[in-house]
């Protein structure tokens, strides 16, 4: 477990950090990393091969979608484990 | 295929991440992908068989570091080039991945045609670092310009952690004990026990408490901080 502090409203925060915290944020980067790079071949096709494009970003957006839903799924654990420590 | 186009291998366990930089570097003229990985294993057996030009090698994969499988590509390899392509500029890494005989170490922030440029570089000799990662290897050199004595012994090629590693090794704790002790996971330490055998050019762990026992006895532990 590694931890962070920070000062909120004078109030020390301290964030806890597991392994499998930075695996899951890794995920995310390295998934938005990848959505970069196919968006980046798409414009680079864009005038030769606009289907091909269009193809390809609509990858990119789908792709988005997955990826939103466990940052999702994250958002909602960590809201429910907040409202169990108040 | 004609003789000057480039043969790329990709090594990176995310899929999304292959797919990208395959898409764009077969777009690129005089470049093509002839093989991918997305492990350490994978990556030697499938290099050793297509025989790549360069590889593009993801510093953290499943089965260990990115770097093991360079350094074991090199060794089977040598007129292959490989590119560290991670998303971390952290000084420890970049040195070993030097030390590894990695020619380029980019960052997962570097456009898909930066990145083409750089494979291209590579296969004509060039050696690359990202600018963001320039600074933290030159703090190093001067660091190691500083401490030029500590260069005499062996241990003084192991990072900071690898040398807390190596002594929590001298003092017979298992990797599990070590991955408690110093907050990282056991597949990690296992990684870190790995190089430092490796760069100490020994088999077993044994080997490793031994000699730091011998050093101990010599009085020369103080080349290295437990910290």
Known sequence: MKYMSDRVDSHEMVWRFSERDIEFLDRILQDLFGLGLKLEYCLSVLDDA?????????????GLGDLAEPIRDEIQKLGRSRKLSI | MPENVIRVMLVDDHEVVREGLKALLNRREGMTVVGEAGSVAQSVEVAVSVKPDVVVMDLRLPDGSG?????????????????????????????????????????????????????????????????????????????????????????????????KILHLISE???NREIAAEIFLSDKTVKNYVSNILSKLNMKRRSEAAAYIARRTSQGSEGSYSKG
């Open chain 2, 172 to 174: 017979g704790k298992t």
């Open chain 1, 50 to 62: 606009p289907a091909q494009a269009r193809l390809g970003m609509e990858g990119v957006v789908s």
């Open chain 2, 67 to 163: 770097i093991e499988a360079c350094r074991e590509i090199r060794s089977e390899l040598p007129g292959t080039k490989v590119i560290m392509l991670t998303s971390y500029a952290d000084e420890e890494a970049v040195m070993s991945s030097i030390l590894g005989g990695a020619a380029a170490y980019l960052l997962k922030q570097t456009r898909g045609s930066q990145l083409a440029e750089a494979i291209e570089g590579v296969a004509r000799g060039e050696s690359l670092l990202d600018p963001a990662v320039t600074m933290r290897v030159l703090e190093e050199v001067r660091k190691s310009a500083a401490g030029k004595s500590k260069l005499a012994s062996p241990e003084a090629q192991l990072t900071e952690n690898e040398q």
